[in-house]
């Protein structure tokens, strides 16, 4: 009797074990338990295709200004059960007035709906026709949001959103929503947003934007795979192809390796690549496929700058991954070029955009993202790791070293707060240079001819972009519009939308006291840091 009592009294306490930690298990972790099932109700951002053109709001994925601290403290005063109520303090970054947002366009939707689910592809093919027609060089992208009103009903609620799909558009830097009809056309999204379109050309609209676009591949920056010309995809597409055409060729010669493969690279190239590498990490895209090669790059810097066949390896594991569409360079590269050195320029005109969208998400050593060391950077490595083309790299170096472009004075930033304005500066000098250098390819070839080009001949064949391709960047008389110049720069070469903003953290690196004067304040700054957490900590 005594032990069948026994088990049975083991039998409930293990019950009630199981019990309790189950309800612990639902009281600690909410949130992920929500966010698990809420993955199941987005129209957009479940779908690789749709998420690379509509910006679907996650709130994971979200700056953490969208969300108050104090309230999650005052959440954590209330009653157990009453956390869930701090879902009503969430402020979507799209709705909120900033000096930095453009004009968009957001989808409040239910996707139980049938009607939201089929209004899905009509959606991204407003957003497809509003890229292709945009001539706006003020506002040269019109982004596109969606809000899922199953997972986000408290924001739903407090914008007035009474039916589905509601479509909202707000113009540059506003929160005043303008609600559009129920099913608005690009013309009466623009007027709303208050950006130009082009005339809608019938035969184009017919071959860029039929039935089938959506069913079409797509990559992370919305351009088609199957298209032959030079558009934003092929461009991101030459630049990894000469990315790792340079890490197999160029990173390690001939006279870098010994008889058994150990090289003995130099610790001014090591120092050269890391820093190559780390910008790579911080300003392209985060949505870039390229990242997983540089992640495992940047993991491993020690084994792959002191061995060839550890910096093949990881070149071999990413590149089927990395290079999906194409293995050749586009046609616009390889057409009377270098694809190699084409692809590579594209890929230093990435880094320069990336370094004005970029910048704010780096924390540790941000000396690290100046301008200055950011060309600094560039300098380097075409220095070290360029040698395809001998007369490009004295040209360049040569450039740089006397002060090209007036780059010694565009490109210094105060330590402290620069302007907003001087991180375009870096993007608009690379502009400058790399029109130079097709000046010269090109009085190059005039010369092998005997003839002398004219000033107009120069402009129209080397300036970039040309007038067909953007009419507000020059004016008759030559003189350019650096403004719409940079919005032309942006929508060449840097994808739509919020790129899943997320922290980058740099470790500092040693700097010589010569380069680098402000050491006692920075010394002191640390200082402060490091008090200020220990009294928070304490």
Avoid at 48 to 59: G, T, V
Avoid at 172 to 188: G, H, K, Q, T, Y
Avoid at 288 to 316: F, G, M, Q
Wanted: net charge negative.
């Amino acid at each position: 009797m005594n032990t069948r009592w026994h088990q049975q009294y083991k039998h409930t306490m293990r019950q009630i074990f199981v019990l309790t930690l189950l309800l612990l298990l639902l009281c600690l972790l909410p949130s992920q338990c929500r966010e698990a099932d809420d993955r199941s109700r987005f129209l957009y951002a479940d779908d690789p295709i749709a998420a690379s053109i509509i910006l679907e709001y996650q709130l994971h994925n979200a700056p953490p200004e969208d969300y108050d601290g104090d309230e999650r403290k005052e959440s954590l005063r209330k009653p157990p059960g009453a956390e869930y109520d701090e879902e009503q303090h969430i402020k979507p970054y799209m709705l909120k007035a900033d000096n930095d947002i453009g004009p968009r366009v957001v989808q409040f939707y239910s996707p139980w709906s049938g009607y939201c689910q089929s209004y899905k592809s009509k959606y991204i093919d407003l957003a497809n026709e509003l890229k292709l027609r945009n001539i706006d060089y003020q506002h040269p992208e019109v982004t596109f949001h969606a809000i899922s009103c199953s997972v986000y009903h408290w924001v739903c609620q407090q914008n007035n959103v009474r039916g589905y799909p509601t479509i909202i558009a707000y113009k540059a830097n506003s929160a005043i929503p303008m609600e559009l009809i129920s099913d608005p056309s690009a013309d009466d999204i623009a007027e709303a947003v208050g950006v130009a379109l082009k005339p809608l050309d019938q035969d184009i609209a017919k071959t860029e934007m039929n039935d089938d676009a959506y069913s079409r591949p797509l990559d992370i920056l919305g351009a088609s795979v199957d298209g032959m010309v030079r558009t934003k995809e092929a461009a991101y597409v030459d630049a990894a192809l000469s990315f790792i055409h340079a890490l197999r060729t160029e990173v390690f010669t001939d006279s870098d390796n010994n008889n058994n493969n150990i090289a003995y690279i130099d610790s001014n190239r090591r120092e050269t690549f890391s820093d190559w590498i780390d910008l790579l990490y911080w300003s392209l895209p985060p949505t870039w496929i390229l990242h997983t090669l540089i992640n495992d790059l940047r993991n491993n810097i020690d084994a792959v700058t002191t061995n060839r066949e550890n910096l093949l390896y990881i070149v071999d594991k990413h590149v089927d991954v990395v290079i999906t569409a194409s293995k050749t360079w586009s046609t616009h590269c390889t057409d009377g070029s270098n694809g190699y050195a084409c692809g590579l320029w594209s890929l230093f005109h990435i880094v320069s955009i990336g370094v004005i969208e970029r910048h704010r998400a780096v924390l540790g050593a941000r000396d690290q993202i100046s301008t200055k060391f950011v060309a600094k950077t560039l300098r380097n490595y075409v220095q070290h790791f360029f040698f395809s083309c001998p007369s490009c790299q004295r040209y360049f170096i040569d450039m740089y070293d006397n002060c090209g472009f007036n780059h010694c004075k565009r490109l210094k930033q105060p330590k402290k707060l620069p302007s907003p304005e001087s991180w375009n500066e870096f993007a608009l000098w690379l502009w400058e240079v790399h029109n130079d250098v097709n000046v010269k390819v090109l009085e190059a070839e005039g010369g092998k001819d005997g003839r002398i080009l004219t000033r107009e001949e120069i402009m129209e064949q080397s300036y970039w972009p040309s007038h067909d391709v953007c009419s507000d960047c020059r004016d008759k008389r030559g003189k350019w519009n650096t403004d719409a110049v940079l919005s032309q720069l942006k929508r060449q070469y840097w994808p739509g939308g919020v790129q899943n903003f997320r922290f980058i953290v740099l470790k500092k690196k040693v700097i010589e006291e010569e380069e680098n004067p402000y050491w006692v304040a920075e010394f002191i700054e640390d200082a402060m840091f490091i008090a200020l957490f220990v009294v928070i900590v304490v």
